[in-house]
């Protein structure tokens, strides 16, 4: 299998993920998952998947980070998600209030 091929698809920081700890598929399907969830709940026409990095911080929770052009939108989304051998999911919490 050519794994270069759907890997492209993702930014350095997005494959940037411990062996030893999930599998580099599951560790991807999460991450798309992720972006899935964030792009439907924030309903933005001009977001796009590109634009939606999800990376762990120091505590290893997951966040969003969005470019600049969408930086208001960062800190109004939470995000969970878990993934398996087989699953990943994804659930997107987006506090759309004007703030």
């Given at each position: 299998m050519?794994?270069?091929?759907?890997?492209?698809?993702f930014?350095?920081?997005?494959?940037?993920?411990?062996?030893?700890?999930?599998?580099?598929?599951?560790?991807?399907?999460?991450r798309?998952?992720?972006?899935?969830?964030?792009?439907?709940?924030?309903?933005?026409?001009?977001?796009?998947?590109?634009?939606?990095?999800?990376?762990n911080?120091?505590?290893?929770?997951?966040?969003?980070?969005?470019?600049?052009?969408?930086?208001?939108?960062?800190r109004?989304?939470?995000?969970?998600?878990?993934?398996?051998?087989?699953?990943?999911?994804?659930?997107?919490?987006?506090?759309?209030?004007?703030?």
């Amino acid at each position: 299998m050519n794994v270069s091929v759907p890997l492209m698809r993702f930014q350095a920081r997005a494959i940037s993920w411990q062996p030893t700890i999930v599998p580099l598929f599951e560790h991807l399907a999460g991450r798309f998952a992720a972006k899935e969830a964030v792009w439907k709940a924030v309903g933005e026409p001009k977001l796009l998947h590109r634009d939606i990095q999800v990376r762990n911080r120091s505590n290893g929770k997951p966040e969003v980070i969005f470019p600049k052009r969408f930086a208001r939108l960062a800190r109004r989304v939470t995000i969970s998600l878990s993934h398996g051998r087989e699953y990943a999911v994804a659930m997107a919490i987006f506090d759309g209030a004007n703030k």
